[in-house]
């Protein structure tokens, strides 16, 4: 595939950076992942606040202005065929002389890295076949600053690990007794007919597939609400859903080793999943 690399584009296998840039010795950067459906990108004017903003809240300046990152997303969707691809963002505090926790000296160029992969056919695309997945709980063991969307991504790593090594799909994370979000998903539950997930604040990441779901209630009169979701809460869920721009809306039919309801998908997942594929054509 082709990859995107400080102003040139050239095959991902032939990109070099250096052992000196701080997102390799301090994971000192911020990424995206922005879905592409048929060569468009999809919410694109939403990832690329959220993009500005995570630079923004650490201090990094734009490498690129708002205005001229379609172009270069466009190309690089071109360049990899278009089609259906998950494309990845990520900048960097960029290369210094020395190992320094400081930030480096102004004018330090940041590294800009994109790259597009295929991707497979989420399960909103087939409500009615989709089986669900199942999920464990975890401690949050991440920072108090959850809402940059930081390529820091240890404790992540580390609990979706723990879910795979379960034979899970997913890690749902609890804190002081609270359900925040997956290890790379937000969180919903359905209680009574009533969609909830937990408000964006600075312990999750503000999904954007997140804010469509809620835009799609909305739209439908589906009830929902933003509130904090107990631990409580969630092992007595009618519904447990995850959302992520890769794999759209998800419902989790175990949790820890317990069914969900009957195990199924449940039928508020199943409308607004189809209201879900209905709004991306
Ligand atoms: N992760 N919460 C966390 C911790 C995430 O890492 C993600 C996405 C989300 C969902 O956000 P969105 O709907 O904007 O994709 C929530 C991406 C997909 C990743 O790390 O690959």
Not at 35 to 55: A, C, Q
Not at 126 to 147: E, K, Y
Not at 275 to 280: C, G, H, I
Request: contains cysteine; proline residues 8%.
């Amino acid at each position: 595939s082709i990859a995107y690399l400080n102003g040139e584009f050239l095959p991902l296998a032939e990109a070099r950076i250096s052992p000196m840039d701080r997102g390799f010795l301090f994971a000192d950067g911020i990424y995206e992942v922005i879905p592409v459906y048929g060569g468009t990108p999809f919410r694109l004017d939403e990832h690329l606040t959220r993009l500005e903003r995570s630079l923004a809240e650490i201090q990094l300046a734009a490498p690129l202005a708002r205005a001229d990152w379609p172009a270069l997303i466009d190309t690089l969707i071109r360049k990899n065929g278009g089609g259906n691809l998950s494309l990845y963002l990520q900048i960097t505090r960029g290369t210094a002389a020395v190992r320094d926790h400081a930030f480096p000296p102004p004018g330090t160029p940041p590294t800009v890295f994109a790259m597009a992969s295929p991707m497979s056919a989420p399960a909103a695309d087939s409500p009615d076949t989709t089986a669900g997945v199942a999920a464990i709980t975890v401690p949050d063991i991440r920072w108090l600053r959850c809402d940059i969307k930081s390529v820091s991504l240890l404790p992540n790593i580390l609990m979706r690990q723990r879910a795979v090594s379960a034979g899970a799909t997913e890690a749902i994370m609890l804190r002081d007794g609270l359900a925040s979000e997956g290890a790379a998903s937000n969180l919903f539950i359905v209680h009574d007919g009533t969609v909830i997930t937990p408000p964006k604040d600075h312990l999750i990441l503000g999904g954007i597939t997140r804010d469509l779901v809620l835009e799609l209630c909305a739209a439908h009169n589906v009830p929902y609400r933003e509130a904090p979701v107990t631990e409580a809460n969630l092992r007595g869920a009618d519904e447990i859903w995850l959302t992520s721009s890769t794999r759209e809306m998800v419902p989790v039919v175990n949790l820890d080793g317990q069914a969900v309801s009957n195990a199924r998908p449940g039928p508020v997942w199943r409308r607004v999943a189809r209201l879900y594929v209905d709004f991306k054509r």
